[in-house]
């Protein structure tokens, strides 16, 4: 079936360092994509979306890319640092009416 | 402060007795969803609501059942619970389907 994956369950990066982290999907009708982090005993909270009309987005210290002609899609951390240790997860949304999530990258920030 | 409440955060029960998962947001939102999250399968998608009185299925709504009377509240029910609803739930809402959600802080379910 159609889903969201990662490239990569887990990574692990030395403050300071950039990270990217790496999601393909498989739907090229999905139009709406969203980057949740998820921290230990907590809730998914939203970092980043981009719709399927935008190459590129940024925020603070945040840049989503989107490539619509090998569906991927990838969350780059600049400067990243301990407090950005957390599991990632890319989202789709398909047919307006749910966002179908990856399974998670854990990015590992040692100091 | 905007938020999806959910209660209780963790909860242990026995199979068989029903239980009701309360959702709760402050933010006028349309749109909200239930969520569970296991080890290995991330999050999968067990209910939603487009609007009040509008419920639909998700991925996996076998064993749940959900209402919407009103725009801020979205329960979960749990008729007869067994022990493969074991699981971590988050409730969630958003301005619409396909706008960024807002996610509660999750309910750690075990039944026994």
């Known amino acids: 079936g159609e889903s969201v994956g990662l490239h990569l369950p887990t990574l692990s990066v030395q403050e300071g360092d950039n990270s990217i982290i790496n999601c393909a999907y498989s739907n090229s009708a999905s139009d709406y994509f969203i980057w949740y982090k998820q921290e230990s005993g907590k809730g998914p909270q939203f970092i980043i979306d981009i719709r399927s009309n935008m190459d590129k987005r940024q925020g603070q210290r945040v840049t989503v890319l989107l490539n619509k002609t090998v569906k991927h899609l990838s969350l780059q951390i600049a400067a990243t640092q301990p407090g950005d240790s957390a599991v990632y997860f890319c989202a789709e949304n398909q047919a307006g009416t749910a966002l179908i999530f990856g399974k998670g990258t854990t990015l590992s920030v040692s100091s | 402060e905007a938020q999806v409440t959910q209660n209780p955060r963790y909860l242990i029960t026995v199979t068989g007795k029903k239980l009701t998962v309360t959702c709760s947001q402050n933010?006028?939102?349309?749109?909200m969803s239930w969520y569970r999250q296991d080890p290995g399968l991330g999050l999968r998608q067990i209910y939603y609501s487009m609007n009040v009185e509008v419920t639909d299925k998700g991925d996996v709504p076998e064993g749940y059942k959900v209402s919407r009377k009103e725009k801020r509240n979205f329960p979960l029910i749990l008729e007869s619970p067994s022990p493969n609803q074991t699981s971590l739930y988050f409730c969630?809402?958003?301005?619409?389907?396909?706008?960024?959600?807002?996610f509660g802080s999750g309910t750690r379910l075990t039944v026994v």
């Open positions: 969630a809402s958003s301005l619409a389907a396909n706008y960024g959600y807002t």
């Open positions: 933010m006028n939102h349309e749109y």
